[in-house]
Structures are given as C-alpha cells and as structure tokens.
C-alpha cells in the first residue's frame, strides 16, 4: 500500500542471483505501477459492452472501407452475423451514389473538416429499404502511425422522415382548404353585417370575429412552422438589435395608436433560432392586440450580460391570465384550459430551440414583463 493509502494495480518480475558455486545469493526485483493500464482495460471493457448493448449500429472501417468492428444492432440491420460482416466493405451494403458519398465525406474528414454534418443513406434490410442517418468520425493516433478509421453510429430515421412527409402533405391541404372557406366565411358574413335586420347584424358579426380570429391562428401557424423543429442547424449568429428596429418598425406601422419605446445598443449579438425575430413580433403584437387602454405603451429593453443576452418586452395591459404564465414558464395547459392562440407556445419554442430560457412577471403598476434570454454570441 503505497503512502497516499490509494490500492494501485503492480505486476513484479524477480530475478534470482548465484554466487560462482551457484549457490543463491541475492533477488533482483522489479515492480511496476500498471493501475492506469488497468483502468484503461475497465474503461475498453465498459465502452465495448456500451457500443454492444446500443439499439443504434455502430461500426468501425479501416483506411480501405472494410468493416474491423460491428455490433449486434447493424448485424441485426443487414440480416447477417457480425462475423460474416468484418472483412466485407461497407459499399457492399450501399447503393453506388451512396457509397461514393460516404468516401466523399471520409476524404473531407481526413482533411481535418471536422464538423462534417451527418450522412443521409439508404439501407436494404431483411425489412426492406430504410433510411438511416450516420454520424462518422475518424478515429486513429497519428503520432503512433495508426492507420485512420472511420467510425461510424447510424439512426434509423425512415419512420421519422415518412411521419414528416405525411404532416407536410396534411399542413398544404389543411392551410389550402382552410384558407378557401374562411374566404368564404368572412365574404358572406361580412355582406350579412349590412343587412337591415339588427339580429342578423349582430350574428353576422359574430361570425365574422370567428372566422378573422380563425385566419389569424391560421396565419401565426405557417408563420411560425420554423419554429417547432428544434434544429441546431438553424441558430443563426444575429444581431438582436437589427431584429427589435424590424420588429418595431412594423409594428409602428400596424398600430399607429400604439407608443413602442426602445432601449438598447447599436449591436448586441446573439446565437438564436431563426424564428427569433418572429416570435418577437408576436410578443410585441400580442401586447399591443391584447391591451385594455386606446393608446397603449410598450417597451423593450435588450441588455447584455457575461454569456446572455436579454431581451425584456414590458407592457401595460391587464396582464397574462395564470393558464397562459403556465405556457410560457412550464410549457403546460390544464386539462380543462386550452389556449386560443399559438402565439405564446411559438415563442416559447423558439426561445427554447436557442438554448435560451424565459420568463413572465407583472410590470408596476400594471401589465406584463416577458424577459427572454439566449447565448451570447462568443466569437
């Protein structure tokens, strides 16, 4: 036990030495601290149990494309064993273009374009054709002269990408058709309110706040359609500033009725979604919209912190009701409370798909305060 009482791994080799008359005089001893080989072998072991028990196929190929190690789900994927798999090379299992892609994109690797995005390739299983979406590294100690290896961690995403193309087919026919007997609607309804008859007036008008209610929902959910795809591929490096002067310039000419005060630098950089200036937009809509008083004020005030940035919309209206807090902090409706615009869950998706957090409180003396924080830009 050495003196810092940590247990260490040792292996000891000895040596016993004679005299001329062969009789033993002496042990030559050596030992040697192998605990970090040792932690090292654990380490390999956890790591082969965790690529071997992984539902996704994960596989290694060497500088030749031929698979050096497989495990049991990309075995189970191409109907084969794993042992039947090393050797072969891994454009046996592809079409020729995809393929030619993946060597493509293993060159672009060894030319040290690190952030290669992941490759789209078509399988054919014992299931039939799938899609799978494949992350690739290399892997390899240059100094030692390891020959470069490519690993590989595929995801079946031919699920994924069916159910995407179903909500795509049925958001185009649902908008179209919708978009067609709204038209209708508003048409109708909005001859009917200059009919002689005060009830039918009265109704139509009724109707006719529905369906403009119904046009704008409509509108808010292809406007934001962005911004329910958490995609990292979408945070774009954005100057805040540039997206509050569009914001209220638009509004300003929307609302005229309506003050918009701002308070904030010339450039304050931040890594956001796409659809952050929209669900500015919608913040400071829904405050002018939503407001009780004929002139109403809002305000917005973008601070800089150490890795933030802060953007704070205050208003002076009757405030958010407690179901509608609870979208924005929880992401949550109560069973028996449902929300009657998009608006606040898009804004709170977006925020979110920044990697940024939100957060509402009541403004003084009355209104709301809705303060949305995302990364800073740190280049």
């Known amino acids: 036990m050495p003196d810092d009482g940590v247990e260490r791994w040792i292996t000891a080799r000895g040596k016993v030495l004679?005299?001329?008359?062969?009789?033993?005089?002496?042990?030559?001893?050596?030992?040697?601290?192998?605990?970090?080989?040792?932690?090292?072998?654990?380490?390999?072991?956890?790591?082969?149990?965790?690529?071997?028990?992984?539902?996704?196929?994960?596989y290694v190929l060497d500088e030749t494309g031929d698979f050096t190690l497989v495990n049991e789900a990309l075995a189970a994927a191409v109907g084969c064993s794993k042992e039947e798999l090393i050797g072969t090379s891994i454009g046996d299992q592809l079409e020729s273009a995809d393929a030619e892609e993946s060597l493509q994109?293993?060159?672009?690797?060894?030319?040290?374009?690190?952030?290669?995005?992941?490759?789209?390739?078509?399988?054919?299983?014992?299931?039939?054709?799938?899609?799978?979406?494949?992350?690739?590294?290399?892997?390899?100690?240059?100094?030692?002269?390891?020959?470069?290896?490519?690993?590989?961690?595929?995801?079946?995403?031919?699920?994924?990408?069916?159910?995407?193309?179903?909500?795509?087919v049925m958001d185009r026919v649902l908008r179209h058709n919708i978009r067609n007997k709204l038209n209708i609607i508003l048409a109708h309804s909005n001859f009917l309110t200059e009919y002689p008859d005060q009830d039918i007036q009265n109704r139509a008008e009724t109707i006719l706040e529905a369906g403009e209610s119904l046009e704008s929902l409509s509108e808010s959910a292809r406007r934001f359609k962005a911004s329910t795809h958490p995609n990292q591929s979408s945070i774009r490096t954005t100057n805040v500033a540039d997206c509050v002067t569009h914001v209220v310039d638009e509004a300003q000419r929307q609302f005229p009725h309506a003050t918009i005060r701002v308070h904030q630098e010339a450039e304050v950089w931040a890594e956001v979604h796409e659809a952050f200036e929209l669900a500015?937009?919608?913040?400071?809509?829904?405050?002018?919209?939503?407001?009780?008083?004929?002139?109403?004020?809002?305000?917005?005030?973008?601070?800089?912190?150490?890795?933030?940035?802060?953007?704070?919309?205050?208003?002076?209206?009757p405030g958010l009701t407690d179901m509608e807090q609870n979208v924005v902090l929880e992401g949550e409706e109560t069973a028996l409370e449902h929300g009657s615009g998009l608006g606040l869950w898009l804004v709170r998706w977006?925020?979110?798909?920044?990697?940024?957090?939100?957060?509402?409180?009541?403004?003084?003396?009355?209104?709301?305060?809705?303060?949305?924080?995302?990364?800073?830009d740190s280049s």
Request: hydrophobic share 30%; glycine share 6%.
């Open 105 to 168: 994109r293993i060159m672009a690797l060894s030319d040290e374009e690190s952030d290669s995005p992941p490759l789209d390739l078509t399988l054919s299983t014992p299931d039939g054709t799938r899609d799978y979406e494949v992350n690739i590294a290399l892997s390899g100690d240059d100094q030692r002269g390891d020959a470069p290896r490519t690993v590989g961690v595929a995801r079946d995403v031919t699920d994924i990408k069916e159910h995407k193309r179903r909500l795509s």
């Open 350 to 376: 977006t925020i979110a798909n920044s990697g940024g957090t939100i957060d509402v409180r009541n403004n003084d003396p009355t209104g709301t305060v809705v303060e949305a924080r995302v990364p800073r």
């Open 18 to 58: 004679s005299d001329s008359s062969g009789n033993p005089t002496r042990l030559l001893g050596v030992v040697i601290d192998i605990t970090e080989q040792k932690e090292r072998e654990q380490e390999l072991k956890q790591y082969e149990r965790i690529v071997e028990t992984a539902p996704d196929p994960i």
């Open 280 to 317: 500015l937009t919608e913040l400071v809509e829904n405050a002018i919209r939503h407001s009780d008083r004929s002139a109403p004020t809002v305000e917005i005030t973008v601070e800089k912190h150490e890795s933030t940035v802060s953007v704070q919309v205050s208003d002076d209206g």
